[in-house]
């Protein structure tokens, strides 16, 4: 069975520090991996997602994750933060591409402080 | 284009009552998808539409819970005999196909007084 660990259910920078949230996951077949962001009264938009080949995946407003298969991790990075990613992350697996159901971590809400 | 709408986007309800969620999806989109957020979680998996069937309701906590997609477009998720413990953000998603990737809506968020 697929499951997903979100390590900080907060985690605060200052506006352009590094961002880093973290992310494991356990699955018992090769993942896909993603990342989606949801700002307050929105839906949840996806950031980033890892199918196959490189591990590094680069996705929208400058964030970036490894798929380290040693680690089973999938942390979330971005080298400057700024005061539009205060959001809330969700870290989430399926079983390839033949799946469809998402299993999500518990969130992780991303302060910035200016 | 437009996106994934939820309607209504609150609800509140007494305990016992019965409601219904509306999803809209995205144009042409085959593949919808209902989740579940409780506070301080991550969307738990429901139901998972193709077409006008049901493919897969294995996330559907209890018989109350029932979902319709009747043209294969828009969906309804029905609670009967709502509980508090029913208070949550409900999430419904759509994509072009199986295992494509998931455009969420809004969401609605129930509350049971």
Redesign the interface.
């Known amino acids: 069975a697929q499951s997903?660990t979100q390590l900080g259910?907060h985690v605060s920078v200052s506006e352009g520090a590094l961002v880093l949230l973290r992310c494991n996951y356990s699955s018992s077949v090769p993942p896909y991996l993603f990342w989606?962001v949801q700002y307050p009264?929105?839906?949840?938009?996806?950031l980033l997602?890892y199918t196959t080949g490189a591990t590094l995946v680069k996705g929208i407003n400058g964030f970036e994750a490894e798929f380290k298969k040693s680690e089973t991790s999938f942390h979330l990075t971005k080298p400057s933060a700024h005061m539009s990613d205060a959001a809330e992350y969700?870290c989430?697996v399926?079983k390839g591409?033949?799946?469809?159901?998402?299993?999500?971590?518990?969130?992780t809400r991303l302060l910035v402080r200016p | 284009g437009a996106?994934?709408s939820q309607t209504p986007s609150n609800k509140v309800t007494e305990k016992g009552k019965y409601v219904e969620l509306r999803c809209d999806p995205i144009s042409g989109h085959t593949?919808l998808?209902w989740?579940r957020q409780s506070l301080?979680?991550?969307?738990?998996?429901l139901i998972?539409f193709q077409g006008t069937g049901a493919?897969?309701d294995s996330?559907l906590p209890n018989d109350r819970f029932f979902a319709v997609r009747p043209e294969g477009s828009v969906s309804t998720l029905k609670i009967q005999r709502t509980e508090r413990g029913d208070s949550a953000v409900y999430?419904c998603?759509s994509?072009s196909g199986?295992?494509g990737?998931?455009?969420?809506?809004?969401?609605t968020r129930l509350t049971v007084t």
């Open positions: 997903v259910s989606y009264n929105q839906g949840l938009q996806l997602k969700f989430a399926t591409d033949s799946s469809y159901k998402l299993i999500f971590g518990s969130g | 996106g994934v593949a998808y989740y301080g979680q991550g969307p738990e998996f998972y493919a897969d996330g999430l998603a994509s199986t295992g990737e998931q455009y969420f809506g809004p969401g």
